[in-house]
């Protein structure tokens, strides 16, 4: 083999071995620079509000006022309103300790207290008041407010482990049929500063 020959195939691998390594290059780019790389990302969860209440087993079991023997009456008390120790009321709802949010509470009354027959006593004629204080005094007759048939605001910002306390009372005319008369009250716990609703 002569010495052209020779120089032919030198020249020949040099630009084998050139091309394969500038493939290798092209290929790898990022693999063989030696570059650090950065990046960043945004990471964020949202957390719900989660509340839980649950009314004593007086509230469970009904608002009851005791048998009215003799009309008009004002302010009767319902039967629970002051049965505990201390004459604090047995009526209330507690925020449970696994709540994230303090509790606003709403009440309201499905209408009027109707008989039977098909008599009423008007919703204005049942009130309320409440307190996170119960005692002989408090919840307190003289904050009563009137029953609507829409969602009230009765108490704001209850914590968590905390009780709200109520007491119902009754007036009767002096001109009211005699019966049972009956309605529904609703109670609502909403996230502090959320609406009622209906």
Request: hydrophobic share 35%.
């Amino acid at each position: 083999m002569g010495k052209g020959t020779k120089n032919t195939y030198t020249i020949v691998l040099a630009i084998i071995l050139v091309a394969s390594l500038a493939m290798l290059f092209f290929e790898n780019v990022d693999a063989i620079t030696g570059h650090a790389t950065e990046g960043s990302t945004v990471s964020n969860v949202t957390i719900q509000s989660f509340l839980s209440i649950q009314m004593s087993d007086d509230l469970t079991d009904g608002i009851v006022f005791e048998d009215v023997l003799t009309l008009p009456t004002t302010d009767q008390n319902a039967t629970k309103n002051y049965n505990l120790t201390g004459e604090t009321t047995g009526y209330w709802i507690t925020v449970s300790n696994d709540s994230n949010s303090k509790v606003d509470f709403c009440l309201k009354a499905s209408g009027d207290m109707v008989s039977s027959g098909g008599d009423r006593i008007g919703l204005g004629n049942e009130t309320y008041t409440n307190s996170v204080i119960s005692n002989s005094t408090s919840p307190n007759v003289v904050d009563q407010a009137s029953m609507t048939a829409s969602y009230a605001k009765t108490a704001s910002a209850v914590d968590e482990g905390t009780s709200n306390y109520y007491r119902f009372w009754l007036d009767i005319p002096a001109a009211q049929a005699s019966g049972t008369y009956t309605n529904n009250v609703n109670f609502k716990g909403v996230t502090q500063g959320n609406n009622c609703g209906e």
